[in-house]
C-alpha cells in the first residue's frame, strides 16, 4: 500500500526556511529575524503564515517576540530550555501524581552527587556563602513563601559549588516543579527548624571536606528519614 504524501501547510515551509537560517548561523543568537513583510516578501506568502511560522518559532523557545518589535532569536541557555518545559512539568505531576516519586528519586539522585562534589571541592569563600544561605534562611522563617525560595536557593548553592551550570538549573527546576509539595514539607509544627538543622549538618561534612558524609546528611535531608519529622508530620 502507497503510504500517502501530506501536503506541508504554507507557514510549516516558512518555518523550515527560518530555521536552516538560524541553525546555519545565519540569524545569530540574540540577532533580531527580518520584519513580518520582509518575510512575506521574500518567500512569497501572507502575513497569517509568517505569524503562525514565527509563533511555532516562539513555543519552542527559539526566538521571543515582544510588542512592537521584530522577533529575535533567543541567546540558549539551560534556564530557558527548562523554563519551555516547566508547565509541561507541573501538568504531568497534577494529571499522574505517582509522577512525582520519579521526581523526587531524580532529586536525590543528583542532590546527594552535588553534595559529594561539593564537599571534594569546596573553598572557604564557598563555605562561608553556604553559611551565609543558611543564616538567611533562617531569618526568613516568618514567611512560608520566602522560607522556601530560601530552601531553594541553599539547594542551589549546594550544586553550584560543582562548577557546572547545569546541575543548579535542574535542582532548582525540580524544586519548582513539585513547589506544592515542598511547601506541605515545612507546614508542619518545628519543620522549619528541622529543615535549617539539616543544611547545616550538610554545610559541616562540605566544610570537612567529609564526601562520603555530605551525601548521607543530603540523602537524609531529601528523604526525611529522622524520627523527629515524623512525628511532626503525625502532630500536624
Known amino acids: ?21 538560524i541553525r546555519s548561523g545565519e540569524i545569530a543568537p540574540g ?3 527580518p520584519s513580518e513583510r520582509e518575510l512575506m516578501e521574500e518567500y512569497g506568502v501572507g502575513r497569517p503564515a509568517v505569524r503562525e511560522a514565527l509563533q511555532a518559532l516562539e513555543r519552542s523557545g527559539i526566538v521571543e517576540i515582544a510588542h512592537g ?26 494529571t499522574q501524581p505517582q509522577t512525582l516519586e520519579y521526581l523526587k528519586d531524580a532529586r ?13 571541592r ?3 569563600e564557598q563555605v562561608a556563602r553556604l ?11 516568618v514567611n512560608l513563601e520566602l522560607f522556601i525560595e530560601r530552601d531553594m536557593a541553599f539547594h542551589r548553592e549546594v550544586a553550584g559549588i560543582s562548577g557546572n551550570p547545569i546541575y543548579p538549573t535542574i535542582v532548582e527546576a525540580l524544586f519548582r516543579w ?8 515545612v507546614r508542619a509544627p518545628g519543620a522549619e527548624e528541622l529543615t535549617l538543622a ?22 537524609a535531608h531529601l528523604t526525611r528519614s529522622s524520627v523527629l519529622y515524623q512525628r511532626l508530620t503525625k502532630q500536624a
Open 69 to 94: 518589535e521584530r522577533a529575535r532569536v533567543v541567546v540558549p541557555t539551560a534556564e530557558r530550555l527548562l523554563a519551555q518545559v516547566a508547565g509541561g512539568a507541573m501538568h504531568l505531576l497534577r
Open 131 to 141: 553559611r551565609l544561605a543558611v543564616a538567611q534562611h533562617r531569618a526568613s522563617m
Open 178 to 185: 513539585a513547589s506544592e509539595y515542598y511547601q506541605t514539607m
Open 108 to 120: 536525590l539522585f543528583l542532590e546527594t552527587g552535588t553534595a559529594r562534589m561539593a564537599a571534594e
Open 1 to 21: 500500500m502507497a503510504e500517502t504524501i501530506q501536503r506541508k501547510k504554507l507557514y510549516e515551509h516558512v518555518l523550515e526556511r527560518l530555521m536552516e537560517r
Open 31 to 33: 540577532a533580531q529575524l
Open 122 to 124: 569546596a573553598t572557604e
Open 198 to 219: 539539616e543544611h547545616e549538618r550538610i554545610v559541616d561534612a562540605i566544610a570537612a571536606h567529609d564526601p562520603d558524609a555530605a551525601a548521607e546528611a543530603m540523602r
